[in-house]
């Protein structure tokens, strides 16, 4: 059977990078992916197909309103087939329906059976100007969501939303929604993420540290499996794809109400306030 996972988070928190890089590491452990993006840059997919160019299949199919999505399909070097889906046009319409409509073209078009997938892993870009998201959870398409997070206070804003809106969506009050912490910039903060992680009741599937490795490896266009395999980041991102492999628990998920939100946001900023004024009074004492 596929497992559809898809990934969600505010822009920039590295959505992007953390599902190509488990993507390219699953592929690498013998299971066949499909990893499908719907950024307007068509970026979900660029550090596995390189220079290699991609049709946007939702873009084609608003034009032409019959497509074989076997046409779309690229394999790529390091194992993993990618679909681009493109996005819409800003202002127009709204990606909700397109993403079911795409998943299930790819049952009916036999694609998932062809290509015998194992999973099919889903980067909705932080960037859809609508809850692209919903209809899929809501339809029962995806059957665990990952919410990166990189510890910033709006992407757990970010984060605590998408919570609300996966709860309302499954019509479940259970639901295998995880957490990644990727790129925190501290201890401190993923302490804090913990702790909503633990009143939010939902896991935390992977930390991922900031390295320079993954940086450049995505600068260069390629992931840190091509440019960097004997890195401890390679190593730690093929322990988060075995990870993955693991069944998920669902739990009772219990987002903040936004009042409490607003609350808990506010105590961290001061605790963070309270952490950094003590490191500068440290500083100058020790001179
Ligand atoms: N752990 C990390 N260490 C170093 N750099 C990272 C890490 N994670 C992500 N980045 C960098 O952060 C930037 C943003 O990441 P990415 O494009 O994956 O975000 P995204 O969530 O997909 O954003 P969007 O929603 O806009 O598509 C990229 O330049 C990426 O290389
Ligand atoms: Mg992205």
């Not at 450049?216 to 840190?224: D, E, K």
């Not at 409490?260 to 001179?287: F, K, M, S, T, Y």
Request: charged residues 25%.
């Amino acid at each position: 059977m596929t497992q559809r996972i898809c990934f969600l988070g505010r822009g920039g928190s590295g959505k992007s990078t953390v599902a190509q890089n488990i993507s390219h590491a699953l592929a690498r452990k013998g299971y066949r992916v499909l990893l499908i993006g719907n950024d307007i840059s068509l970026s979900s997919t660029l550090l596995l197909r390189g220079e290699a160019d991609i049709a946007p299949a939702l873009e084609d199919y608003r034009e032409h309103y019959e497509i074989d999505l076997n046409d779309y399909i690229l394999p790529t070097a390091s194992g993993v087939y990618c679909l681009e889906l493109g996005s819409i046009d800003p202002g127009v319409g709204c990606l909700a329906r397109g993403v079911s409509l795409i998943d299930e073209m790819l049952d009916t078009q036999g694609v998932t059976a062809r290509l015998r997938l194992d999973f099919i892993l889903y980067d909705i870009s932080g960037e859809t100007p609508c809850t692209g998201y919903i209809l899929p959870i809501r339809d029962g398409v995806m059957q665990r969501c990952v919410i990166v997070t990189n510890g910033s206070f709006a992407s757990v804003t970010t984060a605590n939303s998408i919570l609300q809106a996966v709860l309302r969506a499954s019509g479940k009050e259970r639901f295998p929604v995880q957490l990644i912490v990727n790129n925190a910039s501290c201890g401190d903060t993923k302490d804090e993420l913990a702790s909503y992680a633990r009143r939010a009741t939902i896991e935390i599937l992977a930390s991922i540290d900031y390295s320079r490795e993954l940086e450049y490896s995505s600068l260069a266009g390629r992931t840190v499996f091509d440019t960097a395999p004997e890195s401890i980041c390679a190593a730690h991102l093929e322990a988060v794809a075995d990870d993955l492999l693991l069944p998920t628990i669902p739990t009772r998920l219990t987002p903040f109400p936004r009042r409490e939100l607003i609350v808990w946001l506010r105590g961290w900023q001061q605790r963070e306030l309270a952490r950094r004024l003590a490191v500068a009074q440290r500083e100058a004492r020790d001179g």
